[in-house]
């Protein structure tokens, strides 16, 4: 468990579930023959950067670093050993496979696509997701999908017909532990989400009550003046309130950055996901 690389050879068929898990892997190549691998197969994996496919493989690739089927339709692998605060899952996927961010504590924030449909079991356990939006197409989340999150502060469904695990935001099925953050719904689907709260305890609230990112002008909505805003920020021009700063600083990370204006300004010009 204490190597940090490691060659496969051709040959491996198949990589069993589990099989490098709590290791120091680092990197990793799969090769063109491995058409088979389990469950959680890099699972505790703390400090790995990348996970390779052989361009040749017919069930597997790799984009950035990340693990996808071959299609493109399930994210298996985010690696957990990386730093960024924020990550935008490609819009064509489908499925977040099981555990696919679990145990990710640099990462922040999300970005999921209008496409994705189903999130699998831990998918975001213990990771340090402190806010994500689940999109209206996602018809399954299943248990623990976000168990152990303890610095999620919202999350926001866009589903006004909801078929979710109640347990999705507990740890086990003997978790006492409640959220205390807030949960937002579609205005007119406040009733669907009632057992939520009954059964568990969450504080649902309408999106309507949500505030929009990085909307430090108070318009609604991201807008240009918002972004000029916090230019004049960045350069020592202007003074944001700390709400504004929250608004502002959309990979979490405690600080409004140059990263953070750039991404609001491909949000603005449509070529970025801003939920």
Sequence with gaps: SQFESITLPDSIFEIRAGAFENSRL????????????????????????????????????????????????????????????????????????????????????????????????????????????????????????FGGCTLLDSITFMNSAPDYDGYMLCYDETDSYHYNGTVYVPDEAQIEYTVFTVSFGYNIRPLSEKPVSGDVAGNGKLTAESLVMIARYLIGDYVLTEQQKILADTDLSGDVTVSDLMFLVMVLTGKANGE
């Design 26 to 145: 680092k990197n990793i190549r799969i090769p063109a023959d491995t058409l088979l691998m389990g469950k959680n197969v890099f699972l505790n994996c703390s400090e790995l950067q990348a996970v390779d496919v052989d361009k040749a493989n017919i069930c597997y690739k790799s984009i950035g670093g990340v693990l996808y089927d071959k299609t493109g339709s399930e994210l298996i692998c985010y690696p957990a050993g990386r730093k960024s605060h924020r990550f935008s899952v490609p819009e064509g996927v489908s499925r977040i496979g099981q555990a696919a961010f679990c145990r990710c504590t640099e990462l922040y924030r999300v970005i999921l696509p209008k496409t994705l449909m189903s999130i699998g079991s831990e998918a975001f356990a213990s990771s340090g997701l402190k806010a994500v939006t689940v999109p209206e197409n996602v018809e399954n989340v299943e248990a623990f999908a």
